[in-house]
């Protein structure tokens, strides 16, 4: 974004005014990538929980072990096997979200990167400023579409902490 601001503003005042909406793209797209990066950080990835093989192991060796019969030790297993399952529900759910986000903060540095260069041709006068002020408003649409997925996923995430019967 600094790159694409240095060039923008090397250019001639008129040049400037054709392409409107860079700097703001820019802008747009580095903020959402800042949110792509924290999200896909601080996703959890515990390894304290184990991973999700080992977890399908136990669930597997707990659901052959099953003997109506030893009612005391068919309850623990009960249990066990319920934490199990909520505890691979979550881990599958923290992957879905960490790639998801990683795909969108790819997609956004991508773009971002293509208006660089596109910035850069319009500087060296082997681009035009209406393909530029194209990619400019198409960097915007994906900034709204990520605001838009992230908004729903969040939402998703935080209604399937609140309902336990999912």
Do not use: W
Request: with cysteine; charged share 30%.
């Amino acid at each position: 974004r600094d790159e694409i601001l240095r060039i923008v503003e090397g250019l001639p005042r008129a040049e400037r005014q054709r392409i409107p909406d860079v700097v703001a793209s820019a802008n747009a797209l580095v903020d959402r990538i800042r949110v792509l990066a924290r999200t896909v950080a601080e996703v959890p990835a515990d390894p304290a929980i184990g991973s999700a093989e080992a977890m399908d192991e136990e669930i597997a060796l707990l659901e052959s072990q099953a003997n109506p019969l030893d009612r005391a030790a068919s309850e623990k297993r009960v249990r066990r096997l319920a934490f199990l399952k909520r505890q691979r529900r979550g881990v599958v759910d923290a992957d879905q979200r960490r790639a998801q986000a990683a795909a969108r903060l790819d997609g956004c540095s991508v773009a971002l990167q293509n208006m660089r260069l596109d910035v850069l041709r319009l500087s060296a006068g082997s681009q035009n400023h209406e393909h530029i002020t194209s990619l400019a408003e198409q960097a915007l649409v994906l900034a709204r579409e990520v605001d838009s997925a992230m908004y729903v996923a969040d939402e998703m995430a935080r209604l399937s902490a609140r309902d336990p019967q999912q």
